[in-house]
Every structure is written in C-alpha cells, then in structure tokens.
C-alpha cells in the first residue's frame, strides 16, 4: 500500500507561481515513476508531467511545456511540480500519481493507466 500526500495548491493570479509536493509513503519509493495528472470541472483527467524513478527523464503535456518543471528528492520520497507562469486555464484538481509495478516507459507515461496509487488531489485556482 502507498499513500501519497499533496500539498501547496491554493489561489494565484495570473503571470504568478506555485511548487505542489507530493509525499509518499513506503521505503520504495525511489524505484517508483511518478506522474502529475489534473482534471478541470466538467473537463476529463488530463496528463500533466512526468518523471521516471532516477529523475534521469521527464516528460510533459505540451500544454505546459516551458512553464512547468517536474521533479523528486528520493531521499525526501517527495516529487515536486514546480508551476510558473501559470494561466486561468490552469485551474484545475491536480493529482499525483506513483507506478509501483514498473510499467512506465517512454510510450505510456501519458496514460493514467499505469499509475496504480493516486494521491487526495489539491486544488489549483488562478484569477484572470
């Protein structure tokens, strides 16, 4: 079983910037890919970043290309999304996302389908 804990969201204005952390839990944590996801209201889950289990790649929606930086401290078992430059469009419940069974590959990291444990979710608001 893992848990991941989301922190950081919160309101914004347009031009400014949040980091969302998610925490797990287990002690394999730093073999594990993880990913963001978000989900606008009336809006399907969509694929946001992510990032493989040694940090050594990462991948993103082209959405946010350019304005988001995903990353992970292994020893904090914390991935981090770093969002700059952010835009009402934004605006979203944004998810993080752990592939415990090793699925992850350059062709997948896209789908929610391999992301077996999903974090509580943290909201996202940014004023125009």
């Known amino acids: 079983q893992v848990q991941l804990v989301e922190s950081g969201g919160g309101l914004v204005q347009a031009g400014g910037s949040l980091r969302l952390s998610c925490a797990a839990s287990?002690?394999?944590?730093?073999?594990?890919?993880m990913g963001w996801f978000r989900q606008a209201p009336g809006k399907e889950r969509e694929f946001v970043a992510a990032i493989s289990w040694s940090g050594g790649t990462t991948s993103y929606a082209d959405s946010v290309k350019g304005r988001f930086t995903i990353s992970r401290d292994n020893a904090k078992k914390t991935v981090y999304l770093q969002m700059n430059s952010l835009k009402p469009e934004d605006t979203a419940v944004y998810y993080c996302?752990?592939?415990?069974?090793?699925?992850?590959?350059?062709?997948?990291?896209?789908?929610?389908?391999?992301?077996?444990?999903w974090g509580q979710g943290t909201q996202v608001t940014v004023s125009s």
């Open positions: 287990g002690r394999t944590f730093s073999r594990y890919a």
């Open positions: 996302a752990t592939d415990s069974r090793g699925w992850y590959s350059g062709s997948n990291y896209y789908s929610d389908q391999i992301y077996n444990y």
